[in-house]
């Protein structure tokens, strides 16, 4: 007899006893381990010469269904009708039937889609669920609970604010030439420098047009590092943290929260910083959702994910530790955006108001136009029942509606400015008390809010998501009974060019709004301008002379053609450093100015082009009746089709440096005066 004909013969033999022994074998619970056990094997085995390609686990098999596993199993072998992948075999299957089970049916769609996939893509959409479930508090029954809600009443125009009345809250106007701002910032460098620096950063630049993490971005063309590169975004707050270090000793904790989209290339860049030790926490995306129903929107074969809102940022820090780990050495949390680098000014004197007021919680804020696209912090003093007042932002698209039985959204009698401050969304918070928030039942949860696109038959455009924002935290303090019909949050009014200018926008958005006449672009450009400015203005309010300049257009866009000044936080941290550190100066209306290091001193300067300090950390320059004069730094568009790298390329011009005078000191003590550069 052919041996190939033997071998299969018995092979089929085998097969059949084999499938005869789990038909009559008895079903007992005894028996079902190694029945589970058995029929994995059995499939397994089958599966590789090409008649059935997965086999049961002995999870899947219990004592009510254990015949009726067994019959499905036999039919697939046969090449039945039901060729059914068994997915509640996956643990994100029967999380998805739970969140259907207890939504009516909202995933129901869902559930049938799963059962048509292949074993492969069933796996990686299981994982998926159940990481999805796993990273969101309450997993996703409460967040399709929520969304269901929360869309319901989006769409039926419920008003949140209904029950309130909305009064100007407690706060604090605050100008730089004052003594007072000198004196919050002097009673503030301790505290700040045992405070911790959390930095936002959890997008790209796409929306500047530029593809990568915005902190990697070099704000300002004369911020030059020692070896003549420009400094990042987050080169100049790890400037801030070494100021502070070397003015008080202590070191500022620094942190830095990420999303998927731009973890690895921040490490990547935190990598090369020194001195400073920064810590990372990711958050996670939210599935998105595509109907009123709360059903999840799939993507190809797996669920598509959105960002959440910065406002994750509080949850964050409680699941990674950081908070008990900091609970004997952190005063106060200083919550800031990624690409406003005047706020710097504002933390300091932030801090101070925060320890004058002893409020659990200050946001930064600057002057408010009436109208303007800007969120305001408001009191909202609930009509029946004290106990839901709080002190919050609500949103500029909110305001008016709220504003307008009283008279609307309007300036002050004596002002332009609204008399509610404008949002900056910095925060300062008290840690004990923080803490003690966000150890509640909340754990740091803050309230979620929907936005849908919807077409006129109220489907959605493209699927929405649960956001959340930071400066919502005021709720959790509310909840807490941390303040008294509304207290617990108040404010700091700072002015907006020595504090705030955001980059935000791209050349186009930029430009469109300088055709119609606005200066406030939110470009890169912008930003830049508006730093040279301030550091303009701290010059002046010091005693020194700096030639006024003007706005221009270049490029489509307004920039500042004037003084362009540089001062880094290791040159001057404070209003009273500028007064001590800068005497005697002129500085031209063509000039740039940057400065660098802790120990530089300037005694007598007469500038007319550019001049470039870098002193590094124990060498010291003192700069005494200098002049300095050349051709300096001219600025050019670029050219229309022009390449150019896109880090510069989406602030729309560049610096021609014509002439300029550069000093560079490595180490020991220097003089530069009419005699020139020189060792002392």
């Known amino acids: 007899m052919d041996l190939t004909i033997l071998s299969t013969q018995t092979g089929y033999f085998i097969t059949i006893l084999c499938l005869i022994i789990v038909i009559f074998m008895p079903h007992t619970n005894a028996y079902l381990p190694n029945i589970g056990v058995t029929n994995t094997r059995i499939g397994t085995r089958i599966g590789r010469i090409g008649y059935y390609s997965k086999g049961i686990g002995a999870s899947q098999i219990n004592s009510q269904n254990t015949h009726t596993a067994n019959k499905k199993h036999l039919t697939s072998l046969r090449g039945g009708s039901d060729s059914s992948n068994l997915p509640d075999s996956y643990s994100g299957y029967k999380i998805l039937q739970n969140v259907s089970q207890n939504t009516e049916g909202s995933q129901d769609s869902l559930l049938e889609k799963f059962k048509t996939l292949n074993p492969s893509s069933q796996s990686k959409l299981s ?70 620096l959390i930095l936002v950063a959890g997008g790209l630049g796409e929306r500047l047009g530029y593809s990568g993490i915005k902190i990697s971005l070099s704000p300002y063309s004369l911020a030059l590092n020692y070896d003549g590169s420009q400094k990042t975004y987050l080169e100049l707050y790890v400037d801030y943290v070494r100021a502070l270090k070397q003015r008080t000793g202590n070191v500022m904790k620094f942190v830095i ?12 860049l935190v990598e090369g910083v020194e001195d400073v030790e920064i810590e990372i926490v990711m958050q996670e995306k939210v599935p998105a959702i595509e109907n009123v129903e709360g059903r999840l929107a799939l993507e190809g074969d797996e669920i598509l ?30 919550f800031v955006q990624d690409t406003n680098a005047l706020v710097s000014n504002a933390l ?89 928030t966000i150890s509640g039942p909340s754990q740091g949860v803050v309230n979620e809010f929907v936005n849908p696109k919807l077409n006129p038959d109220k489907t959605f455009k493209k699927p929405t998501r649960l956001e959340c924002m930071m400066q919502d935290f005021p709720y959790l303090i509310r909840e807490k009974g941390g303040g008294s019909e509304g207290t617990g949050h108040d404010f700091v009014n700072l002015e907006r060019w020595l504090t705030f200018s955001p980059a935000k926008n791209d050349l186009e958005a930029g430009r469109k709004t300088a055709e119609g006449g606005g200066r406030e672009t939110g470009t890169l450009a912008k930003a830049e301008s508006d730093g040279y400015v301030a550091n303009g203005v701290k010059l002046r ?15 489509g866009l307004y920039v500042w053609e004037g003084p362009r000044v540089y001062l880094s936080p290791t040159f001057c941290l404070t209003k009273e450093d500028v007064k001590e550190k800068c005497k005697g100066m002129k500085i031209s209306a063509k000039s740039a100015l940057s400065v660098e290091g802790f120990n530089v001193h300037v005694d007598g300067l007469e500038l007319d082009g550019a001049l470039i300090v870098n002193v ?39 610096f021609v440096r014509e002439g300029e005078e550069r000093i560079l000191i490595e180490e020991g003590d220097w003089i530069a005066d009419e005699n020139g550069l020189r060792r002392v």
């Open 127 to 196: 994982s998926q669920i159940t990481s999805l479930d796993s990273s969101y508090p309450g997993g996703l029954l409460s967040y399709v609970s929520k969304s269901r809600s929360l869309l319901s009443q989006s769409l039926s125009g419920a008003n949140p604010f209904l029950e309130y009345t909305p009064s100007v809250p407690s706060g604090l106007n605050l100008q730089y030439a004052t003594s007072q701002f000198t004196s919050l910032e002097t009673s503030a460098l301790k505290c700040t420098s045992l405070s911790a």
């Open 257 to 268: 929260m990420t999303s998927g989209d731009t973890d690895e290339k921040t490490r990547e």
């Open 305 to 334: 994910t959105k960002p959440h809102g910065h406002g994750d940022v509080h949850t964050l820090l409680l699941s990674s530790n950081l908070l008990s780990k900091w609970s004997s050495s952190v005063k106060k949390l200083i």
């Open 348 to 436: 300091l004197p932030a801090v101070g108001s925060n320890l004058l007021s002893s409020s659990e919680m200050t946001s930064i804020c600057i002057p408010r136009l009436p109208s303007e696209a800007a969120g305001a912090i408001t009191q909202l003093t609930h009509k029946t029942t004290p106990s839901k007042s709080l002190v919050i932002n609500v949103e500029y698209n909110q305001l008016s509606a709220l504003l307008d039985p009283l008279g609307g959204d309007v300036s002050s009698p004596d002002s332009q400015y609204s008399p509610y401050p404008g949002n900056a969304n910095n925060l300062i918070f008290d840690f004990k008390k923080y803490v003690e």
């Open 541 to 555: 309010v010091g005693g020194n002379e700096v030639e006024e300049g003007e706005w221009k257009i270049v490029g």
């Open 616 to 654: 590094k950390d124990g060498a010291s320059l003192k700069i005494k009746n200098f002049k300095v004069k050349n051709e300096g730094w001219k600025i050019r568009a670029y050219d229309e089709g022009e390449e150019v790298d896109e880090r510069d390329a989406i602030r729309g011009y560049e």
